[in-house]
């Protein structure tokens, strides 16, 4: 065995270059198989903890994909807040370390407003990791600086899109953008003072602002129409005084924590049983996998196309193999005369395409790897998928036995080819 393994390496190192682009294929068949296999396990699992430390998330009842669509990804919105009240009974109760209110409705050129609250950025985490600056600091509490009114925090895609800068002012639009009840708060400009990290979480794409400060924008109107724009005294509220006179009255939703994750249900249930507000409590990571059925079905189109990719390119060993076959009669034909049967030179051949679909296979692993290791900053930041570079996962071996099992198929056709050819050449030498 040995020794048809020393002759397939040198037979093979003879054709070293053609093999080599042969052996590249199947590396990267191998890469975009298991890059994609990887990639859609890691991004199911960074798409279910895009808000990691969240316990609930509280809102109006009806639709649970639909309240973690606009509180979570802000994407659509509300058809109906939740009560203050209910935020303030949630607040009450031993089992919450923590609540974060979440308002929204407003925009800035396209990117969504959320009114919250300072406790946001010393709670949020995406997957496990909290929120870090870039520049700048958290916005105040308007209860002890009355100048926290009017500061805005950005994520880190809103303020690389328009180049912001601390210090920098911007003006808020009243509703989505674009559309025809469009209205500028251009009477309550706000100033930048702080810029996040990316995180690759939907807060990067948010615009951040205290909740009294998202209530003293809206001072004064009614029915989506500012105050100078309906031109009347009645419309006009005074300013209010003090940060307690902004409290909102409805909220779009609130994201909880609890001291002990074991009472999450308990405390679900307690939260829907308040009399006082139809809520609906809902557990972010369960709710997530619900949303990601969603998209499950590009998921399985990634996997048929890398599956597809990987075995082509088994087949392509093969197709090389067998078409160099007629040029190796002669090296058949010597190997014939030295006492080799026609199964050795089967066999012989047969160990030579495997050799190089196996180191194909190796190295696309190793290469795969070698790419996660070096992108994981930037598919984290920029694509909010956490991966990271490991042993093989179980569906990855299954994965890479099948592609082996197809390259020995694939093989044995080159295989079976010289053992034909040493038949024939040995009644009929061919000539020199």
């Not at 972010?284 to 990634?302: C, F, H, R, T």
Request: with cysteine; glycine share 8%.
């Amino acid at each position: 065995m040995n020794l048809w393994l020393s002759l397939a390496w040198h037979s093979a190192w003879s054709r070293r270059f053609a093999l080599i682009l042969v052996t590249i294929s199947v590396s990267v068949s191998v890469l975009i198989l298991l890059g994609v296999q990887q990639l859609r396990e890691d991004a199911k699992r960074s798409f279910s903890n895009a808000v990691s430390g969240v316990d609930l998330i509280v809102g109006p009842r009806g639709s649970a994909t639909e309240l973690m669509l606009y509180s979570v990804f802000q994407i659509g919105r509300p058809s109906k807040n939740m009560g203050i009240r209910g935020y303030e009974d949630i607040k009450l109760m031993p089992q919450v370390r923590w609540v974060i209110p979440i308002q929204l409705g407003d925009t800035y050129k396209g990117y969504p407003v959320l009114g919250t609250t300072p406790t946001l950025f010393a709670e949020f985490k995406s997957q496990g990791r909290g929120l870090e600056w870039a520049h700048g600091r958290a916005f105040g509490n308007p209860i002890t600086d009355t100048l926290a009114l009017n500061e805005v925090v950005l994520g880190a895609e809103v303020a690389a899109h328009f180049n912001h800068q601390i210090n920098d002012k911007l003006i808020l639009t009243h509703g989505a953008d674009g559309g025809p009840e469009d209205t500028d708060h251009d009477d309550h400009p706000l100033v930048i003072v702080g810029i996040l990290k990316p995180t690759g979480a939907p807060i990067d794409r948010s615009v951040l602002v205290n909740l009294e400060g998202f209530e003293s924008m809206h001072q004064g109107w009614g029915m989506g129409i500012s105050p100078k724009a309906l031109k009347s005294a009645a419309a006009a509220l005074p300013e209010a005084q003090s940060a307690a006179d902004l409290q909102p009255v409805n909220l779009s939703a609130v994201w909880v924590g609890l001291h002990h994750r074991a009472d999450v249900f308990s405390v679900k249930r307690k939260i829907e049983s308040l009399s006082r507000d139809p809520l609906m409590a809902v557990l972010p990571g369960v709710a997530l996998d619900e949303l990601w059925q969603v998209v499950k079905i590009v998921e399985n189109s990634l996997v048929v196309i890398g599956v597809l990719v990987s075995v082509s390119a088994m087949f392509s060993v093969a197709a090389v193999l067998l078409v160099a076959m007629s040029g190796r009669r002669k090296e058949l034909a010597i190997l014939r005369a030295m006492g080799a049967s026609p199964r050795s030179l089967m066999g012989f051949v047969l160990i030579e395409s495997v050799m190089v679909c196996f180191i194909g296979i190796v190295t696309g692993y190793a290469l795969t790897q070698c790419l996660i290791l070096i992108a994981q900053d930037m598919l984290r930041t920029q694509f909010g998928v956490m991966v990271q570079p490991g042993l093989p996962s179980l569906q990855a071996l299954i994965s890479i036995g099948a592609l082996f099992s197809v390259s020995v198929l694939a093989s044995l056709l080159p295989a079976w080819r010289a053992y034909s050819l040493s038949l024939m050449d040995g009644l009929h030498p061919p000539s020199i």
